[in-house]
Nanobody
């Protein structure tokens, strides 16, 4: 059964850092590009970052460029999102996406 399970969210102060993880199972993880999205209540899901299947190509939304870094470890079937210099407006439910499946989402709250 294909699963994507996010972890690592929580509450952090503005300027702080968090690292999200997304553990994949049930498919050949190393064959697929992976993406991170986020969503706040009342708004559509916003694309955040993409990484190709081997980690050689990454792309970011302008809103997070220079602050977030996406990476992956194909030996661990895991994709990461390192978030630094977090802002209040980064508060959202964060989802990983791959092979046409979504994770369940993980809450990130940036607040003083």
């Amino acid at each position: 059964q294909l699963q994507l399970v996010e972890s690592g969210g929580g509450l952090v102060q503005p300027g702080g850092s968090l690292r999200l993880s997304c553990a994949a199972s049930g498919f050949t993880f190393s064959n697929y590009a992976m993406r991170w999205y986020r969503q706040v209540p009342g708004k559509g899901r916003e694309w955040v970052a993409t990484i190709d299947s081997v980690g050689g190509y990454t792309n970011y939304a302008d809103s997070v460029k220079g602050r977030f870094t996406v990476s992956r470890d194909n030996a661990k079937n895991t994709v990461y999102l390192q978030m630094s210099n977090l802002r209040v407006e980064d508060t959202a439910l964060y989802y990983c996406y791959g092979n046409a499946y979504w994770g369940q989402g993980i809450q990130v709250t940036v607040s003083s």
